[in-house]
C-alpha cells in the first residue's frame, strides 16, 4: 500500500515537472514564431531582421577570436566589479548594522544610488575616469547598496536566547560575533552576491555601450548599432542573454550549496 503511494507521488511529481518544461519549451516557440511573424510582415532586415539571419551572425561571432577577445574584457570587468562590491558592501553592512550612527550616515548615499538612473551616473563621471574603468565603477555604485542594507538590516533580526546563552559563558565581543553574527549573515551575504552578480552583467555592458572602451562587449554592440548592423546587435544581445543565464544559474546553485 505505501509502496503504490510512493509510486504515484513519484508520478505525479514527474508528470508536473513534464508539464514544466513543455510549458516553457512552448513559450520559446512562441516567442520565435511571433519574431518570425513580425520580421516577415515588417520586411526590413534594419528594423527587424529575420531569426535566422541573427542566428548566422551568433556562429560567426562564437567562432571568432576577435568576439572572444571582447567577451573577456567584459567579463573581467563584471567579475572586477561584483568581487569589490560584495567585499565593500559587506565591511559597510557590517559597520552600519553595529553602528546606528554610521547606517544614518550612509543612508543618504545609498537611497541616492538607487533612485539615480544608470545612464545619468555614466554620463557624470564619463569626465572623471578611463572609458575602461568608468563600467567597473559606475556597477559598484549600482550593486553597492544592495549588500549594504542586505548585511545591516540582518542585524535586526537577532536571537536573543543565542546572546544570552553566551552571557551565561561569557563570551567576549569577538567571540559574539565569530559565532553569532557572522553565521547569522550567511543566507543574507549569498542572497545579495546572487543579486549582485545578475546585476553587474547589465550595469557594466550598459556602461561599456555609453563609454565604449577599446575592448568590450558593449564596445561590439555600440558599433553594429552606429552601422546599422541590427541582425549583430540582436545576435550580441542573445549571447549575452544566454552566457548571463547559464552563469546566474551555475551562481544561484553554488549559492544553495553554500546555504544548506
Same mark, same amino acid.
Given at each position: ?7 504515484r507521488k ?7 515537472? #513534464?508539464?514544466?518544461?513543455?510549458s516553457?519549451?512552448l ?12 520580421s516577415w ?7 527587424? %531582421? ?20 571582447n ?16 567585499? @565593500?558592501?559587506? #565591511? ?20 541616492? #544610488? ?20 568608468? %563600467? ?7 550593486t ?9 538590516? =540582518?542585524f ?26 557572522l553565521p547569522?549573515?550567511? %543566507? ?24 565604449i ?5 558593449? =564596445?561590439? @554592440? ?15 544581445t ?23
Amino acid at each position: 500500500m505505501n509502496g503504490s503511494i510512493i509510486q504515484r507521488k513519484s508520478f505525479l511529481k514527474n508528470k508536473k515537472s #513534464l508539464f514544466h518544461i513543455i510549458s516553457f519549451l512552448l513559450s520559446i516557440f512562441v516567442f520565435f514564431a511571433l519574431w518570425f511573424l513580425f520580421s516577415w510582415k515588417i520586411d526590413s532586415e534594419i528594423i527587424l %531582421p529575420y531569426p535566422e539571419m541573427v542566428f548566422h551572425k551568433i556562429l560567426d561571432f562564437l567562432c571568432s577570436g576577435k568576439f572572444w577577445n571582447n567577451f573577456l574584457f567584459s567579463f573581467i570587468r563584471i567579475l572586477s566589479a561584483f568581487f569589490i562590491s560584495i567585499i @565593500l558592501g559587506f #565591511l559597510l553592512g557590517i559597520i552600519s548594522g553595529k553602528n546606528s550612527y554610521i547606517k544614518e550616515f550612509l543612508k543618504f548615499p545609498i537611497v541616492f #544610488l538607487r533612485v539615480c538612473p544608470v545612464i545619468s551616473l555614466i554620463l557624470v563621471v564619463l569626465y572623471w575616469f578611463n572609458s575602461s574603468v568608468i %563600467p567597473v565603477f559606475v556597477s559598484i555604485l549600482i550593486t553597492l547598496p544592495v549588500m549594504i542594507t542586505s548585511i545591516s538590516d =540582518s542585524f535586526n533580526n537577532k536571537n536573543q536566547k543565542l546572546y544570552d546563552m553566551a552571557k551565561i559563558f561569557d563570551y567576549t565581543k569577538i567571540q559574539n560575533f565569530i559565532y553569532i553574527e557572522l553565521p547569522a549573515l550567511k %543566507p543574507f551575504f549569498w542572497s545579495s552576491a546572487s543579486n549582485i552578480f545578475g546585476l553587474s552583467w547589465k550595469v557594466v555592458i550598459a556602461g561599456e555601450i555609453m563609454c565604449i572602451p577599446k575592448k568590450g562587449i558593449g =564596445s561590439l @554592440l555600440q558599433t553594429n548599432s552606429v552601422h546599422l548592423e541590427t541582425a549583430s546587435v540582436f545576435a550580441l544581445t542573445l549571447i549575452v542573454i544566454i552566457f548571463s543565464f547559464l552563469l546566474e544559474y551555475l551562481f544561484s546553485l553554488f549559492v544553495k550549496s553554500r546555504n544548506k
